[in-house]
């Protein structure tokens, strides 16, 4: 149980701050149970790796990528965050760096990409040292503090 706790702890640290990301509404632990079986579920049929960061027993970060399926089980996507105290610190790029290799090791991942906030200029200035590329620009895809704003989609090949 403590582990959901922490997952709850972590996402709705991201939701309070009205990160970017795409979840705005507070996880009870009950819809964090709901996820986290479905996270580990997803792992043992090789769909997703996850990797999490932990500070002194504190969630800080988590990243996902996440496997295709069909005609698209040679794509990925990868989602992720870092709680606000630990931005700035390497945190992002290390656990990035560490799920693209774990993506180039995936024999089934040939293209992983990405969706980030176009006015999220760190994680953009992230993504491209570590060699992704932009390919499309979605106008008003997300809403964040009662605005429409664009979402980039960033592709990841090797």
């Known amino acids: 149980m403590s582990d959901v706790k922490?997952?709850?702890?972590?996402?709705?640290?991201?939701?309070?701050?009205?990160?970017?990301?795409?979840i705005n509404e507070r996880?009870?632990?009950?819809?964090e149970t709901a996820w986290l079986k479905g996270v580990l579920n997803d792992i043992r049929k090789s769909k997703k790796?996850?990797?999490?960061?932990?500070?002194?027993?504190?969630?800080?970060?988590?990243?996902?990528?996440?496997?295709?399926?069909?005609?698209?089980s040679h794509v990925a996507s990868i989602g992720m965050g870092v709680k606000k105290n630990y931005r700035r610190l390497g945190v992002a790029t290390r656990m990035m760096k560490e799920i693209l290799d774990i993506g180039r090791k995936d024999k089934d991942v040939k293209i992983i990409y990405l969706d980030v906030y176009a006015d999220n200029r760190p994680a953009i200035k992230l993504y491209k040292r570590l060699g992704f590329k932009k390919v499309a620009k979605l106008k008003d895809r997300v809403q964040h503090k009662g605005k429409l704003g664009?979402?980039?989609?960033?592709?990841?090949?090797w």
């Open 6 to 22: 922490q997952f709850t702890k972590y996402i709705n640290s991201l939701v309070d701050e009205d990160a970017m990301i795409k």
């Open 27 to 31: 996880q009870t632990l009950k819809s």
């Open 49 to 72: 790796h996850s990797l999490l960061a932990e500070c002194e027993g504190e969630l800080i970060s988590m990243v996902e990528l996440r496997k295709g399926f069909g005609r698209q």
């Open 150 to 157: 664009d979402q980039l989609i960033m592709d990841y090949k």
